[in-house]
Nanobody, 122 residues
Framework: VQLQASGGGSVQVGGSLRLSCAASGRAFSAYVMGWFRQAPGKEREFVAAISRTGGSTNYADSVRGRFTISRADAKNTVYLQMNSLKPEDTAVYYC????????????????WGQGTQVTVSS
């Protein structure tokens, strides 16, 4: 599967952005989809994941209650709605795909898109 992330940009504290990740190739519904992020000088970290059916989601503690992951299989797309953004959310955001639910380490995901930059300024 090939993944293409988009939707990043610059926003002020408290603002919102919606990231999209479009997939092409093998059946999108076969994949668990995740979002990760990497801030300057830091390791890439887990943000959120959604199961194949969309019935289960998982979030990092730092974004729970502010971010929402969703998927639209008819569009082969996964979304990350980000609300109440904080400066510490500034990072390059990556979407990823895997076959196994419950994984939160980036080395466990098999497929990656290019990143999209999110910058939150005060």
């Amino acid at each position: 599967v090939q993944l293409q992330a988009s939707g990043g940009g610059s926003v002020q504290v408290g603002g919102s952005l919606r990231l999209s990740c479009a997939a092409s190739g093998r059946a999108f519904s076969a994949y668990v989809m995740g979002w990760f992020r990497q801030a300057p000088g830091k390791e890439r970290e887990f943000v959120a994941a959604i199961s194949r059916t969309g019935g289960s989601t998982n979030y990092a503690d730092s974004v729970r209650g502010r971010f929402t992951i969703s998927r639209a299989d008819a569009k082969n797309t996964v979304y990350l709605q980000m609300n109440s953004l904080k400066p510490e959310d500034t990072a390059v955001y990556y979407c990823a795909a895997d076959f196994t639910w419950g994984r939160m380490r980036d080395d466990e995901y098999d497929y990656w898109g290019q990143g999209t930059q999110v910058t939150v300024s005060s």
